[in-house]
């Protein structure tokens, strides 16, 4: 009889550390919900146009191309010919009034010069007040993306709140999955102030 009990404390005891397991590996998971955020970030600054011309201020501009909305960088090259300039040359030439517009309409605010071969951009001089109205966008970007990490976060506590009420975790493995997820979003967080120290830096460097 003793020795079947033992046998059942055995049984319980791996089955709740099979569950505390694959709910780890569920939280584990959702570093690609953070992920996304990092990545979403990273692509909606580039396109903030700093002193120094850079292909990821163009890379992701939308452009219309054989029916469908595409990214520049999937209908040409891309090169940086100086500091202050760029050349876009479509593969297929009949793209380049396509590509044109698409520069224009983007909000870039930067004139393109299209010779008929490719389209060259030239960076003008950022004024001061310039520099100043880019680093409030960048800030608010910056923002958006911590109250993205919030929200990851929340959803993730509700998850263990809930399995904690519903008895599948015990309080101790509540309190053990909230602090590892909390060290995930530390560390999310502490990126997205590197990020936008880093483009920070880029803006207002004259």
């Known amino acids: 009889k003793k020795k079947w009990l033992w046998y059942n404390c055995y049984i319980v005891t791996l089955l709740h550390c099979q569950i505390v397991k694959l709910f780890i590996m569920n939280i584990a998971d959702s570093k690609k919900d953070f992920v996304q955020v990092i990545d979403f970030l990273k692509s909606d600054i580039s396109q903030l146009r700093t ?39 479509p593969w297929d030439k009949s793209l ?16 393109p010069v299209n010779d008929g071969r490719l389209i060259r951009l030239a960076l003008p001089e950022l004024t001061t007040e310039r520099r100043a109205e880019l680093t409030k966008v960048l800030h608010q970007k910056l923002e958006n993306a911590r109250i993205s990490i919030r929200k990851v976060r929340e959803e993730v506590r509700e998850m263990i709140a809930s399995e904690e009420k519903d008895k599948t975790i015990s309080e101790d493995d509540k309190y053990r999955l909230q602090e590892d997820l909390e060290k995930l979003v530390k560390e999310y967080n502490e990126e997205i102030k590197k990020i936008g120290e880093g483009k920070e830096k880029e803006i207002t460097t004259v």
């Open 51 to 89: 002193g120094r011309a850079s292909t990821a201020m163009v890379e992701d501009i939308s452009v219309e191309a054989y029916g469908s909305r595409q990214p520049l960088k999937a209908v040409g090259s891309i090169t940086v010919l100086d500091a202050k300039t760029l050349n876009i040359e």
């Open 96 to 111: 380049l009034g396509a590509v044109e517009k698409g520069i224009r309409d983007s909000g870039l605010g930067i004139n």
